[in-house]
T-cell receptor
Framework: GENVEQHPSTLSVQEGDSAVIKCTYS??????FPWYKQELGKRPQLIID?????GEKKDQRIAVTLNKTAKHFSLHITETQPEDSAVYFC????????????FGGGTRLMVKP | GVTQSPTHLIKTRGQQVTLRCSSQ?????VSWYQQALGQGPQFIFQ???????GRGNFPPRFSGLQFPNDSSELNVNALELDDSALYLC?????????????FGPGTRLTVL
């Protein structure tokens, strides 16, 4: 089955700096890659997703890049703010519906004011 | 949105538990995930229009039901200590095509 590795497990940045989180996946048939943000004690919330027919997607301060050949994708957050502090999870799925997701282990992002 | 009940639950080893989820209105697919402390969610199973549509690496003592009224259940028999986790349900509109999965707030299960 699919295996998703996520790095780093913790990331500390200064407010205003950029943060980059990287994920690799094993199943070349995976074609849907969402990113979730989970604040302490709360539900995972989708922040951005990308499908295999594009290499990059951007939404304000957040961008995701996908390299299908290398089987890795990355989350980029620019101009980080303290409210960006949370655990971020990448995930992969073979199904465009985003169901049956395989998650990475998570990255705890801390943005220091 | 997606709702779950109860919020917290404490059980003892060997007992049985039923967790409930109410999907977003009109969503046909519900998935259940187990999230152990400090880890990413792990897929348990998925239901589409009341039939199981996929299952992760979980034993048969994890079972589920989906009802026509947008509600679903996760049942766990013979609870073990390792079953202590946050259980999340997520609903989606359909089985295929571009879609987004919406998570509920979760049920925190503690097995003593």
């Amino acid at each position: 089955g699919e295996n998703v590795e996520q790095h780093p497990s913790t990331l500390s940045v200064q407010e205003g700096d950029s943060a980059v989180i990287k994920c690799t996946y094993s199943d070349s048939a995976s074609n849907y890659f969402p990113w979730y943000k989970q604040e302490l004690g709360k539900r995972p919330q989708l922040i951005i997703d990308i499908r295999s027919n594009v290499g990059e997607k951007k939404d304000q301060r957040i961008a995701v890049t996908l390299n299908k050949t290398a089987k890795h994708f990355s989350l980029h957050i620019t101009e980080t703010q303290p409210e960006d502090s949370a655990v971020y999870f990448c995930a992969a799925s073979r199904d465009n519906a985003g169901n049956m997701l395989t998650f990475g282990g998570g990255t705890r992002l801390m943005v220091k004011p | 949105g997606v709702t779950q009940s109860p919020t917290h639950l404490i059980k003892t080893r060997g007992q049985q538990v039923t967790l409930r989820c109410s999907s977003q209105s009109g969503h046909n697919t519900v998935s259940w995930y187990q999230q152990a402390l400090g880890q990413g969610p792990q897929f348990i199973f998925q239901y589409y229009r009341e039939e199981e549509n996929g299952r992760g690496n979980f034993p048969p003592r994890f079972s589920g039901l989906q009802f026509p009224n947008d509600s679903s259940e996760l049942n766990v028999n013979a609870l073990e200590l390792d079953d202590s986790a946050l259980y999340l349900c997520a609903s989606a509109l359909g089985k295929g095509g571009p879609d987004t999965q919406y998570f509920g707030p979760g049920t925190r299960l503690t097995v003593l």
